[in-house]
């Protein structure tokens, strides 16, 4: 019988760390500003990374001390500490963590080569924070290629197949490498017509050759070979044969020069006598479900690159005022997207464009570096044509929302139903104070609101924002 006492062992190693004893290599991260140093061991690093051990036989620099350096001021140090304390004591806390550090935490493992802490990483992410996958779906799956992280892959890719227009529809599309491409719609359970598939592999080829015509009609064979070679993997994964005979002229007909000359010749002869042999191969038509929900014939989806489904019933039942929030699928709003600042532009001029004397308003923010989302709802809307004067409104309310390692929503319903709304020309305005836009984002004062929704007031920086028209179905 073998008596273990790795605990114990871990926190020496720990105190080793912490210590600084006998060390002979200094771990420098972060910015010159922000710098931290770590005092590390050689020893330790051969047998638990390799990769920062050869980092340490390379490097060229050295203290007064003969201490080597070895500089690395893209990571972070927050995101170090954790590696180290991984290194030295095989532990990683990650409670109270917000989540964006957690997924820069499994990239830097995974340029260190810590291949079992990438496999936990990725689990811990898939089990514990799911709404925060969804919300940046764009970018981890993006990063899930780019870096070999399969079972990020895998999840992905399961819900594409459900819920294709989470990627297809998505601003980063076209950067999505190839082998994600490809990967996708390969799946027999992709849930979208060939005909779709087929617009968006073309969409997705042309942006990768930036010289292409814009106009069709300007191509030349040069220009049809340069996007045959871009699509060279993706074309065999194609059900040709599944497509209509509309879709085959409106659709195949104008880059018929793409495929092989025998694969055109057979969806013809396919099409036209469908009695006669061919030769090229025939795919199985893709698994699409048809069956509507019982009751409900009803699937809602919302488009959003900061909110998920759960969000969306929770402000639909605030907005109704509802002690119980919502079921997802039985959310009686449509929630159409009229502004996103990534795609529109955040400037004040984009803002009075698109939402002037639009009534019924729900606006998000998501907060840089943290899983904080903010927003607001203004039935009224904003209107120009009283710029610098407040609006009434008793059903207005803004709100924090639950996301992350944010545990709890927060809803602050106006208390001051004469300064609900202010018609303020640098953008979206909650009560003067409390809520509003001018250049960045603020949460000031307790003004037209019953509470803050964020601990700190003042201005703060933000990943994006959206601005939703909603109305009843």
Known sequence: MTLNFYENLSNDYVKLLENGNEHNIIIEVGEPSVMQTFKVHSTVLCYRCPYLYD????STINNDDNNKIIQKPQISAKVFNFIIKYIYGATVNLEKVETSIIFDLLVT????QLEELVARLQTFLIENHPSWLKLNFSKIYNSSFQTHFEALQNYCNDIIAKHPNL???????????????VSIIQREDLQLEESKIWDY????GIAQNKTLPSNLNDWIDRDFQILKNSLQQCLPHIRYFQFSNDNIMEKLFPFQRI????????????????????DSPILAPRKLVT?????RGYTFQITSSIIANEHAAEIASWIDKKEVTYDVNNNPYEFNLILRGSRDGFGKDVFWNLCNQKINLVVVVKVKDTDEILGGYNPNGWNSNFMSQ?????????????????????LSRVKNASNAIYNYYNGPNFGGNDFYMSNQFYTSLIQGYEKLIRKTTGGFSIDDYEIFQIKKR
């Open 109 to 112: 493992a995974n340029q260190f």
């Open 390 to 410: 407040y609006s009434t409104s008793n059903d207005s309310f803004i709100f924090s929302l639950k996301n992350g390692n944010i545990k709890n929503n927060i």
């Open 201 to 204: 592999i073309i969409q997705w």
């Open 167 to 181: 990627i297809f529809e998505s601003n980063d599309f076209t950067t999505l490498p190839e082998a994600a491409l």
């Open 259 to 278: 495929l092989d000359n025998t694969l055109w010749a057979d969806i013809l002869k396919y099409f036209i006598t469908p009695d006669k042999p061919i």
């Open 55 to 58: 980092e340490f036989k390379k």
């Open 291 to 295: 069956t509507q929900l019982p009751n």
